[in-house]
């Protein structure tokens, strides 16, 4: 049995996002998930409804990505994680993002919505490396067990973009 291949699904409304992460949220992916969020903030949506109903889980970039978002909307609490599974639920609180963000357990999304999924944003090996760089810079200003737990890997990143 083969798994389904990672997928960002998306739909709007008025004012909201609504994204559904399906198979595993990773640095593979942010990229996409980031411009197509800063994309909607530009057009005046303010909030984002991330379900993680069937995601297996995510990384540290795609976790620092969401920080992000929350950034560019004024505020964490913006962001809205929906029926996260364990194992993402587990993930979250590890970084300690379950303090900023607004998590459900348990919520449907509207019945109307129409979900598609995203187009894969390609970036150069720069870019990638940019953005796992500020993912994890934005974790660590979130909690100072992500610095200790990423600084090594920021100076090899740092030294990376300077070379």
Known sequence: MTQ???N????????????RVEGLGSMKNAKTLQEFAETEVQRGRRRFFLDLSVCRGMDSTFMGTLIG?????????????????QHALDQ???LGLHELLTIKEVSKLPRK???HSLSAVLCSQKELVRLIY???KSL???DKKNERRFKAFLKGLAR????
Do not use: W
């Open 140 to 142: 660590c200003k979130l």
């Open 134 to 136: 500020d993912a994890h």
């Open 92 to 94: 979250l609180k590890i």
């Open 160 to 163: 990376e973009m300077e070379g």
């Open 8 to 19: 960002i699904c998306v739909a709007r409304s008025k004012r909201s996002v609504y994204v």
């Open 113 to 115: 919505l129409e979900m």
């Open 69 to 85: 978002i929350g950034s560019q909307l004024g505020s964490f609490k913006n962001v809205i994680i929906l029926n996260p599974t």
């Open 4 to 6: 389904k291949e990672d």
